[in-house]
T-cell receptor, first 115, second 112 residues
């Protein structure tokens, strides 16, 4: 089946620094990738949708200058959290679709802790 | 406003018992409904996906039902195992499947 990986699986960074999270589709070409954030005991919240080669579409309330998304190829999307604050600490999950079926394939998630 | 409501929020059952999780939605236009299992600290894993015309779909010990008229779905787990302990998320999609509305999830704990 379709596999989506994320790297790193967990990261700790200091306030004010930037951190990049990668999302890769391993065995299919992802026409669209999605980035979600999940706080403890809550469900996933969509942050942005990105299509290969075009600018990401951000959900209301998500700062596009803080959460930079790049979808440069059909197998890779990156999320960069800039000038991280402790309140950015969360579980970040990406998903991808191939455009062939309805299915969204989720990555394993990245735990970000900002100290 | 598109919404997906799940009940109960949490559930504790004994190993070997059955349980049923509920999902009500007000998503329009409807494309499909999915159930995901999410282990703590992991991404969601798809259990079933049902379109408008499907009433029931099974995946091993998991059986999902869909009533598109009443906009309700259920996930039935048979002969629960300790490894079934997880959050179960109901997700309804619209607009050809790319717009997802997530339910709040049901946290299931299976005890020995």
């Amino acid at each position: 089946g379709a596999v989506v990986s994320q790297h790193p699986s967990w990261v700790i960074c200091k306030s004010g620094t930037s951190v990049k999270i990668e999302c890769r589709s391993l065995d299919f070409q992802a026409t669209t990738m999605f980035w979600y954030r999940q706080f403890p005991k809550q469900s996933l919240m969509l942050m942005a949708t990105s299509n290969e080669g075009s600018k990401a579409t951000y959900e209301q309330g998500v700062e596009k200058d803080k959460f930079l998304i790049n979808h440069a190829s059909l197998t890779l999307s990156t999320l960069t959290v800039t000038s991280a604050h402790p309140e950015d600490s969360s579980f970040y999950i990406c998903s991808a679709t191939s455009g062939i079926s309805y299915e969204q394939y989720f990555g394993p998630g990245t735990r970000l802790t900002v100290t | 406003k598109n919404q997906v409501e799940q009940s109960p929020q949490s559930l504790i059952i004994l190993e070997g018992k059955n349980c049923t999780l509920q999902c009500n939605y007000t998503v329009s236009p409807f494309s499909n409904l999915r159930w995901y299992k999410q282990d703590t600290g992991r991404g969601p894993v798809s259990l079933t996906i049902m379109t408008f015309s499907e009433n029931t779909k099974s995946n091993g010990r998991y059986t999902a039902t869909l009533d598109a008229d009443t906009k309700q779905s259920s996930l039935h787990i048979t002969a629960s195992q300790l490894s079934d302990s997880a959050s179960y998320i109901c997700v309804v999609s619209s607009n050809a499947g790319n717009m997802l509305t997530f339910g709040g999830g049901t946290r299931l704990m299976v005890k020995p």
